[in-house]
C-alpha cells in the first residue's frame, strides 16, 4: 500500500487521495502553521508561481469576489505561491477569518500536491482528502463546487471512539476530585516542534487548563490497574490493538470562563509520536456545561462519557475540548500506547527540548 501513496507516488493527486499536511510560515500570520488543523471544514486552495502574472491575479480576484464564502467555520481559502515578491509588493496578504497563504519559494509544499508545474485549485474535504482539481482559469468552477459540497455536507457523522463507562469507580473520581483541590494545579500546556526540538509551549489562546501531577505511588498504582483492567480488553477488541504503555497521571480541570483547549492532535512531534490512544475519563459528568469532547472531522457532535466512564480515541485525530461555560470539568487523561511504541519512545528523547527529559519520564 506504500507504494501507492499520493504523498509520495510520481502521479498527479486525484479525487479521494488524502491531502499532503504541512507546516509553514503564513503571511502575516503564524510562524509554524500546521495544515493539518484546517480539517473539520472544507479548504479551497490555489497553487501559483507569481501573482504579478495577470491570470494569476484574474484567478485571485475570483477569490475576492466570493470572499463572504471563506468563514473559517464552513470553508477556508489557501493560496500558496513560490513569488516571495508577491508578499513584499502587497500581491498577497492574509484576510482573517478565511483566507491564508504561503510562501513557497522551493516549491515543496507545490510539489507535494504535484502542483509544481503549473498554478491549479484543490478542492479538500473537510478530513482532507481531495474532492476535485481544477485548472487556473477554472476558478469560478471550483468556487461553484465547493458551495455545491458544503451544501450537500451531513450536518454530522459519527467519530471512530471508544466509549467504556465504569472505568473508575465513583469513590476514585472523587478522591481524584479532592486532590486536585487540596494541591492546585499548574497551567497545562502542549507539545510543539520547534527548530526539531519538541518543547512545551504555553498559550492560553490554544489551551487554557490546570493540570495536578499526581506523584503518589499507591495512587497512581491503583489508576494504571483500573485502566489496565477495564479498558485493554475493550480496545484489543474494537481496535485490534494491544495496550502495555500507559503515559501520563494528571487530574485536569477546565473552569468555566476560561478553560478550552482547540483543535489539536496528540501524537505531531517527535516527543510525542509513540502516543497511540488518548483516554479522557470524567470524573463530574454532571456539574458542568460545555467542556465536551469534539471532533471537527466528523462534524459538530460532542461526546461525554458518564462519570468514571472513559472516551477512547486515536492520538491522531484531530480533536478539541469545547469551552467549559458553566462549573469545573474535572478528568483523568493518560495516553496508552505499546512495545514498539515505547522503543520509538525512547529513540526519541533525543529530541526532546530543554526540561522535558524530566518531563517526559514523569509522565
Avoid at 51 to 57: I, M
Avoid at 197 to 217: A, F
Avoid at 273 to 292: C, E, K, P, Q, S
Avoid at 315 to 332: D, I, N, Q, W
Wanted: aromatic share 10%; glycine share 8%; charged share 25%.
Amino acid at each position: 500500500m506504500a507504494d501507492s501513496d499520493p504523498r509520495t507516488a510520481a502521479n498527479a493527486l486525484e479525487c479521494g487521495d488524502p491531502a499532503p499536511w504541512f507546516k509553514a510560515p503564513a503571511v502575516g500570520g503564524r510562524p509554524d502553521y500546521a495544515f493539518d488543523t484546517v480539517a473539520g471544514r472544507h479548504a479551497l486552495l490555489l497553487f501559483f508561481d507569481s501573482a504579478a502574472r495577470p491570470e494569476v491575479a484574474q484567478a485571485l480576484a475570483v477569490v475576492a469576489r466570493h470572499r463572504a464564502l471563506f468563514d473559517d467555520l464552513d470553508a477556508s481559502f489557501f493560496g500558496v505561491t513560490g513569488d516571495v515578491g508577491d508578499a513584499t509588493a502587497g500581491r498577497i496578504g492574509q484576510m482573517l477569518p478565511g483566507i491564508r497563504f504561503f510562501l513557497d519559494p522551493e516549491r515543496k509544499i507545490s510539489a507535494a500536491y504535484r502542483a509544481a508545474a503549473e498554478p491549479v485549485w484543490v478542492l479538500l474535504d473537510p478530513t482532507l482528502r481531495v474532492l476535485a482539481i481544477f485548472p487556473l482559469d477554472q476558478g469560478e468552477q471550483a468556487i461553484e463546487s465547493l458551495r455545491t459540497e458544503i451544501a450537500a455536507r451531513p450536518l454530522d457523522s459519527w467519530a471512530p471512539v471508544l466509549m467504556v463507562p465504569n472505568v473508575l469507580p465513583l469513590d476514585l473520581c472523587e478522591q481524584l476530585i479532592a486532590g486536585y483541590e487540596e494541591n492546585g494545579g499548574e497551567a497545562s500546556g502542549f507539545m510543539r516542534e520547534v527548530d526539531g526540538k519538541t518543547v512545551l509551549v504555553v498559550d492560553d489562546q490554544h489551551k487554557q487548563r490546570r493540570d495536578w501531577d499526581i506523584e503518589d505511588e499507591p495512587l497512581r498504582h491503583r489508576l494504571a490497574g483500573q485502566v489496565r483492567r477495564h479498558l485493554t480488553v475493550p480496545i484489543q477488541r474494537f481496535f485490534q490493538f494491544r495496550v502495555t504503555r500507559m503515559e501520563r497521571y494528571v487530574v485536569a480541570c477546565y473552569e468555566a470562563g476560561a478553560g478550552h483547549f482547540r483543535p489539536h492532535r496528540d501524537n505531531t512531534t517527535k516527543g510525542t509520536a509513540h502516543r497511540r490512544f488518548a483516554v479522557t475519563i470524567n470524573l463530574n459528568a454532571g456539574d458542568y456545561d460545555g467542556g465536551d469532547l469534539r471532533f471537527p472531522e466528523f462534524g459538530q457532535r460532542t461526546y461525554r462519557a458518564p462519570t468514571g466512564g472513559a472516551i477512547v480515541f486515536s492520538c491522531s485525530m484531530l480533536h478539541e475540548a469545547t469551552p467549559v461555560t458553566r462549573g469545573k470539568r474535572y478528568a483523568f487523561l493518560p495516553f496508552l500506547y505499546d512495545e514498539a511504541a515505547a522503543k520509538q519512545r525512547e529513540a526519541n528523547n533525543a529530541f526532546l527540548g530543554d526540561g522535558l527529559g524530566e518531563y517526559s519520564s514523569k509522565r
